[in-house]
């Protein structure tokens, strides 16, 4: 069912995705390694991984696009092709140049690529073992592939702006809405075995059940100056750190996929207790959208997708402005390549200075779009 022009040698991975109803799987990768390929299967608990040639890879395609699958996706070096079956059960198919570079070294490694990495293959970290990132060799488990790349790319992000720091500094970290934590150990282990740091960090979650799963963790690891803590973002008026803002101190603020304004709550924390670094990446911002109303440029309230991207946008855009308004040197990032999540910028700050900037640009698009965000009112007292 899949027209031959949508797959060819050259492509080295290919998602399916959209399942029709009572299909067990939610998606399946496909990765290429020379030219063998390893199909990853998903259900919400599991993966089930296979391994096909080329032959039997165009099989395997067959035998679940348009049958199970209703969607297709595929990069190669040159285009990325897609193809989706219609209600009426007719294939589009469409192909455009690729943003996405192949793996490096695809074709002389395995399946477990690897680069200069902060953290690195054959590491010995339980909690990646734990996690599943790596399997009991310390090898990267193909399907964690994705997560591996993501996990080195925040670590960069922060290695950016901490590489310089001073032997006898102390670095604290409060991690709002931490959640499972798999970012936070690894950020820990990053501080202290990488960069031999003395480290503090607290991880806020409202879940019990999450805190106390992380707690347990914490222990197993020897972290000692890792603990968690049940709170919501919404009701921290002091950092739950002792130890913050001493001096030879440097304070990060991590906020990862907080909801809506739970962001907006996280900045204002980080702003009021006046953290050196920041690094937040939104999630689900609403917000704005149900705002919207463009005093004259009203084309982009007009379409609904076009509504949701400007006000996306807009809301991170504001943010990083505020930031900048309060003393921040401010920078909206590509944290994972799109193909993977649309929730995919992270928004970094650090603290220079506490000069407030000119707020005339800001004033002229909260007018423009009747906007009220909830970062403006917590910095003005109003909420």
């Known amino acids: 069912m899949l027209p031959e022009t949508m797959f060819n040698e050259k492509i080295f991975k290919i998602v399916l995705s959209k399942p029709v109803k009572n299909v067990s799987y939610e998606r399946i990768e496909i990765v290429r390694n020379t030219q063998k390929y390893q199909a990853s299967s998903y259900t919400k608990k599991q993966v089930f991984h296979s391994n096909h040639d080329t032959q039997s890879v165009r099989e395997f395609i067959s035998e679940h696009f348009g049958v199970l699958f209703l969607h297709y996706t595929a990069w190669d070096e040159e285009f990325e092709y897609s193809a989706r079956v219609s209600k009426k059960g007719k294939v589009l198919a469409t192909r455009r140049k690729s943003q996405t570079s192949p793996p490096e070294n695809l074709a002389e490694n395995s399946f477990n690529r690897q680069k ?20 009991k060799e310390l090898k990267v488990a193909a399907p964690m592939w994705d997560k591996f790349q993501q996990i080195n790319r925040f670590l960069e992000l922060i290695a950016d702006e901490t590489d310089k720091l001073k032997p006898e500094t102390t670095v604290n970290i409060i991690d709002f809405g931490c959640g499972k934590s798999y970012l936070t150990f690894l950020v820990y282990h990053y501080f202290t075995q990488i960069k031999n740091l003395r480290t503090n960090i607290c991880g806020l979650d409202s879940n019990t059940e999450i805190v106390k799963k992380c707690t347990s963790a914490a222990e197993k690891y020897s972290y000692e100056s890792l603990i968690f803590r049940e709170g919501d973002i919404e009701s921290q008026y002091a950092p739950p750190l002792e130890n913050w803002g001493a001096p030879d101190s440097f304070n990060i603020v991590i906020s990862l996929h907080a909801c809506d304004t739970a962001t907006d709550h996280a900045l204002f924390n980080a702003i009021k207790w006046q953290a050196d670094l920041i690094c937040a990446v939104p999630c689900c911002q609403h917000e704005l959208r149900n705002q919207m109303n463009p005093q004259t440029l009203k084309i982009f309230a007009e379409y609904g997708i076009i509504k949701e991207r400007i006000a996306s946008l807009a809301t991170d855009a504001i943010r990083a402005k505020l930031l900048e308004i ?3 040197k401010a920078q909206i990032i590509e944290f994972t390549a799109m193909e993977h999540t649309a929730k995919n910028l992270l928004i970094r700050a650090r603290k220079i200075s506490h000069k407030n900037k000119s707020t005339d640009e800001l004033q002229k698009i909260l007018h423009e779009f009747s906007f009220e965000p909830t970062l403006l009112k917590l910095l003005e007292g109003k909420k």
Do not use: K, Q, S
């Open 116 to 135: 200069n990495h902060i953290i690195r293959e054959g590491e010995n970290i339980p909690a990646l073992v734990d996690m599943g990132v790596f399997t």
């Open 326 to 328: 309060h003393g921040y």
